[in-house]
C-alpha cells in the first residue's frame, strides 16, 4: 500500500506565477489535508477536504490560495500570483474513516515552494 | 483551540530511555492525544495515539496522566534515527474537522 505520495517534491516559481501541488492519498482514504510549514515553524492547518468537498478552509488565506479534491485524481492545492511569502514546505495527510470517524492523519513527502 | 506545552529540545545519548513531556492543561474529554515526529527534509510520521490508557506499539510508548492533562512519550532505547523534532497534538474531533493542530515541537539529539 503505498503512501502519500506529493508531486513535485520542489518547485520554484517567480514573484506573479502560478504554483499547483499535487497530493494523491493513501488508497482507501478519502479525506485530505493540506499543512503548510514555514522555515523553523511547526507546521499549520490551512484546509481539509473530502471527495469533491471543503470541509474547513479555516487556515487558508482568503486571497489567492485554493484547494480541490475532484471525484477522480489528486487533490490540488492551487496558488495564484506566488509572493516571496509563500515559500515553506506545504505537507498533505489522508485519512481513513473508522468507525465512520476520520482517523490518524498519513502525512505526504511535502512539496518546497521556492518563490524567487 | 486545545494547547500543547513541550520543552523546546532534549537531548539523550544513544541505546538509553528518553521520556518526553507534554502539557495540555486544556484538553477536552473527547480529545485524542496524538504524537508525530518529523526528521529532516520529511514529512511528519506518526508515532503513537491514546485518549486515556496507555499504550504501547513498537515504536514507543505513551504514558497518560490520569487526569489527561498531561503525557510522556517514551522511546525505550534511543538510537541515531531517533533524533527528529516530535510533536505532540490533541486532536478535536468535530462536526466539521479532524484538526491537528501543532505547535513547535522538542527537537530531540541523540548524542553517540
Known amino acids: 500500500n503505498a503512501g502519500v505520495m506529493q508531486n513535485p517534491r520542489h518547485l520554484v516559481r517567480r514573484r506573479g506565477q502560478e504554483a499547483r501541488l499535487r497530493c494523491s492519498p493513501m488508497?482507501?482514504?478519502?479525506?485530505v489535508y493540506w499543512y503548510r510549514q514555514l522555515p523553523e515553524e511547526g507546521l499549520k492547518f490551512m484546509v481539509y477536504?473530502?471527495?469533491?468537498?471543503?470541509?474547513?478552509e479555516s487556515g487558508m488565506p482568503k486571497e489567492r490560495f485554493s484547494a480541490e479534491f475532484p471525484k477522480e485524481g489528486p487533490s490540488i492545492l492551487r496558488i495564484q500570483q506566488v509572493v516571496r511569502g509563500d515559500s515553506a514546505a506545504y505537507f498533505c495527510?489522508?485519512?481513513?474513516?473508522?468507525?465512520?470517524?476520520?482517523?490518524?492523519?498519513?502525512f505526504g513527502p511535502g512539496t518546497r515552494l521556492t518563490v524567487l | 483551540d486545545a494547547k500543547t506545552t513541550q520543552p523546546n529540545s532534549m537531548e539523550s545519548n544513544e541505546e538509553e530511555p528518553v521520556h518526553l513531556p507534554c502539557n495540555h492543561s486544556?484538553?477536552?474529554?473527547?480529545?485524542?492525544i496524538h504524537w508525530y515526529r518529523q526528521l529532516p527534509s520529511q514529512g511528519p510520521e506518526y508515532v503513537i495515539h491514546?485518549?486515556?490508557s496507555n499504550v504501547n506499539n513498537r515504536m514507543a510508548s505513551l504514558a497518560i496522566a490520569e487526569d489527561r492533562k498531561s503525557s510522556t512519550l517514551i522511546l525505550h532505547r534511543a538510537t541515531l534515527r531517533d533524533a527528529a523534532v516530535y510533536y505532540c497534538?490533541?486532536?478535536?474531533?468535530?462536526?466539521?474537522?479532524?484538526?491537528?493542530?501543532f505547535g513547535t515541537g522538542t527537537s530531540l539529539t541523540v548524542i553517540p
Open positions: 486544556t484538553i477536552s474529554g473527547t480529545d485524542y
Open positions: 477536504l473530502q471527495k469533491e468537498n471543503i470541509i474547513d
Open positions: 497534538i490533541l486532536r478535536a474531533l468535530s462536526n466539521t474537522g479532524n484538526q491537528f493542530y
Open positions: 495527510a489522508s485519512s481513513p474513516i473508522i468507525y465512520r470517524v476520520p482517523d490518524t492523519q498519513y
Open positions: 488508497k482507501g482514504h478519502s479525506h
Open positions: 491514546g485518549l486515556t
